[in-house]
């Protein structure tokens, strides 16, 4: 190479370098390079100017108002583990994030530290606000959960019925929604829904549905057409929707009388006894905004004794295994035509079933609400 090569090549890296420093600089960010005795031996205008001093030539803790080396130093660490390292500093009352990268010469010796210090204090107290924000509307929910679960089923005279359900929301708040309750000394309603979508929304529907409800009148049919009217003269401007399966057991004349407003999946009727087994399907319009005019219709049959009524949601058919497939009805009725026990315990064995089948902790792991509800004719 001659002189003049020389000449330009030199020229270039200048340049190159002038550039380089140009932009550490520019930036935000602090930038400085410490060498192996922890001496500032270059400091980016930027911490200079907020450090109001001229650094270079300092002990790299002095710089920031220290007399002796920062605790667990992530200089003196990438230069020990030869690997960037990264910790959160406070600085000054500023919370900084300090990544640490060695710098090598050609052979790879490590020559220097070159530090990043980024003011993150801003994010750190949006974080905090987060957290204090996070747990205020945990604590609303976990209220609104106990307020949820208080409309529950509690307590039914048991000399004629027996009676046992699960309600597990894959939330803290669940769209499923079911009640039994006693409309006179005959008579016997229940009512299983599913709104749609999960959270905050779609449990406060399940509200308007307990309360809504005429409970007072036998025709499940009448009744649901009711709660359509309300629900189009309070949430019609919604794009939620209910979907409820209503039926009243006549106590006294041992009949079953059913309606169905776009439940999905059908209730069954079922006596392991004497193999009796029915699907409850009846077409019906979902409680929404979607028709001026539903028509809802009654369905009946006659009870026999240890007859036994279930009622579900569609996430216990829809859990999926390994394979993707569904857990369906097929699986779930096979468990209800093999077990002659209390609700309790046929409910139970449901749960055991789809768990070992999606391979799931049933209680801690539900991708959709669950909610089941047994009735046993005495």
């Known amino acids: 190479m001659n002189s003049y ?10 340049n190159f370098s002038n550039m380089i420093e140009y932009i550490v600089n520019g930036m935000y960010d602090w930038v400085r390079v ?3 005795d922890d001496n500032l031996v270059y400091v980016n205008k930027a911490m200079s100017e907020a450090l109001e001093r001229d650094l270079v030539g300092k002990k790299c803790y002095t710089a920031i108002g220290r007399d ?8 003196r660490s990438a230069v020990f583990n030869g690997i960037p390292q990264h910790k959160e500093e406070l600085i000054l009352d500023r919370t900084y994030s300090v990544m640490s990268s060695p710098i090598k010469d050609n052979e790879g010796n490590i020559i220097a530290v070159v530090e990043v210090l980024r003011d993150i204090t801003e994010m750190k107290n949006l974080q905090k606000e987060i957290i ?24 039914l005279p048991e000399d ?4 046992s359900y ?23 309603g229940v009512y299983i ?12 529907l399940t509200v308007f549905l307990r309360s809504s409800i005429n409970k007072n009148l ?7 057409k009711n709660l359509y009217t309300e629900f189009n003269r309070d949430y019609s401007d919604q794009d939620f929707y209910i979907t409820v399966f209503y039926a009243i057991i006549d106590l006294e004349n041992n009949t079953l009388v059913y309606s169905n407003a776009g439940h999905n999946v059908s209730p069954i009727i079922f006596n392991p006894a004497n193999n009796k087994f029915e699907l409850l399907r009846i077409p019906g319009i979902p409680i929404s905004n979607w028709v001026e005019a539903p028509v809802y219709i009654d369905r009946s049959l006659a009870l026999e004794k240890s007859d036994r009524l279930f009622l579900y949601t569609d996430g216990i058919v829809e859990l999926k295994n390994a394979d993707h497939e569904q857990f369906g009805e097929d699986r779930l009725v096979s468990v209800l035509q093999k077990e002659d026990s209390s609700p309790h315990i046929i409910l139970d064995q449901i749960i055991e079933a789809a768990s070992k089948f999606a391979g799931i902790e049933m209680y801690t792991q539900v991708p959709d609400d669950i909610t089941m509800a047994l009735i046993k004719i005495k």
């Open 5 to 14: 090569e020389n000449e330009l090549s030199s020229g270039s890296q200048k």
């Open 34 to 36: 410490i060498d192996l």
């Open 68 to 75: 002796t080396p920062c605790e667990n130093c992530v200089s």
């Open 132 to 155: 204090k924000q996070n747990k205020k509307l945990q604590s609303e929910l976990n209220i609104a959960r106990k307020l949820q679960c208080s409309l529950l089923p509690k307590e």
């Open 160 to 163: 004629k019925i027996e009676f």
């Open 166 to 188: 699960i309600y597990k929301p894959c939330e803290t708040l669940g769209g499923d929604f079911l009640d039994i309750f006693k409309i006179d000394a005959e008579h016997i």
């Open 193 to 204: 829904a599913d709104v749609s979508g999960h959270g905050v929304a779609a449990s406060m």
């Open 218 to 224: 036998l025709s499940p049919a009448a009744a649901l």
